[in-house]
């Protein structure tokens, strides 16, 4: 009984791997720019999220504060066609990208801000401008509500750029005006997208091991 129930533990836990979760922005720092001095750091954050005035929400001064910004939008999605970026290389159709939202949404206008984000998986390229970011809206699939989209991208004078010694490090350099800088970034396939997440995974394995438990006791 308990070898069956040992071998129903493996076959479960390996189809709980497949299930794939939002995880793939795995690192940030500001680095300089007026943002740091007022105590900016990088915030990875979880959708639905809280922090947001209205909660879940970007695009209308919904932070307010020197923090840069990152969330995981849909991941390891197989295109069925070519996805524009304005940095880097366009994602045709038949490649797997995992999308993410990077933005900068300080209380006063002016505030300058550089650092960077890391991912887990080579940066494909960047929607900057107002028009490509609208075209990929599909990639969202969030439930975060998206504000002012007519006012998203870059101003002149913001730059953002694929690292050149690391291909999944993204470097910000931009000074924000309201409502703040948005960019969207196309990552290749996600490897941490395929796990669970560790409460989910300790949950699913403490019942199983109850149930194999139970069996070997009968």
Do not use: C
């Amino acid at each position: 009984m308990f070898r069956l129930a040992s071998g129903f533990i493996t076959a479960a836990f390996l189809s709980l791997a497949a299930v794939p979760v939002h995880a793939t922005i795995v690192g940030g720092a500001v680095t300089g720019g007026s943002a740091l001095g007022l105590g900016g750091v990088f915030v990875n954050l979880t959708v639905p999220f809280s922090s947001s005035s209205p909660t879940n929400t970007v695009g209308e001064d919904n932070f307010q504060n020197p923090n840069l910004y990152g969330f995981n939008e849909e991941q390891n999605i197989v295109l069925t066609s070519t996805v524009t970026v304005d940095i880097g290389t366009s994602p045709t159709a038949g490649q797997e990208v995992a999308s993410h939202y990077i933005f900068f949404d300080p209380l006063s206008t002016g505030t300058s801000q550089t650092g960077y984000v890391l991912f887990d998986a080579d940066i494909y390229g960047i929607a900057t401008s107002t028009a490509n970011m609208n075209a990929s809206d599909f990639l969202a699939n969030t439930g975060v509500n998206y504000l002012n989209p007519t006012l998203r991208g870059l101003e002149s004078g913001d730059f953002v750029s694929i690292d050149g010694s690391d291909a999944k490090r993204l470097n910000v350099n931009w000074t924000a005006a309201s409502p703040g800088d948005y960019v969207r970034v196309f990552t290749m396939h996600s490897e941490l997208a395929e796990l669970p997440e560790p409460g989910t995974l300790l949950v699913f394995l403490g019942g199983l091991l109850t149930l194999a438990a139970a069996r070997k006791r009968a």
